[in-house]
């Protein structure tokens, strides 16, 4: 499984962004898709995560201003963040939780960080 991010970039303080991922492969089927972020100095903390029954899970300092989403049928998450500050100013990585199909074993893997970067 690859997954690939994109809608990184540089955006205002108060503008929006969308990032999507999306997962390429075959034979596995997708449990959850999510998105962390890390800035330098810092650990990879969760933003925002999702189920494939829709279950979602925020991070407490996107909480109200980011949703998440999935089309899963095209193995797609999609990030769409309000309300943008200079702190969430970050390399953002998805990740998925997926398993071979038959199979019960949780593979988890991230793609490639896309910065976004919140001037004031």
């Known amino acids: 499984v690859q997954l690939q991010a994109s809608g990184g970039g540089l955006v205002q303080a108060g503008g929006s962004r969308r990032l999507s991922c999306t997962a390429s492969g075959s034979g596995f089927s997708i449990e959850s898709m999510g998105w962390y972020r890390q800035s330098p100095g810092n650990q990879r903390d969760l933003v925002a995560s999702?189920?494939?029954?829709?279950?979602?899970n925020y991070g407490d300092a996107v909480a109200g201003r980011f949703i998440i989403s999935g089309d899963f049928t095209k193995k797609t998450a999609y990030l769409q963040m309000n309300t943008l500050k200079p702190g969430d100013t970050a390399a953002y990585y998805c990740n998925i939780v997926w398993r071979y199909y038959g199979r019960t074993y949780l593979h988890n893997d991230w793609g490639q960080g896309t910065q976004v970067t919140v001037s004031s």
């Open positions: 999702i189920t494939t029954s829709g279950v979602t």
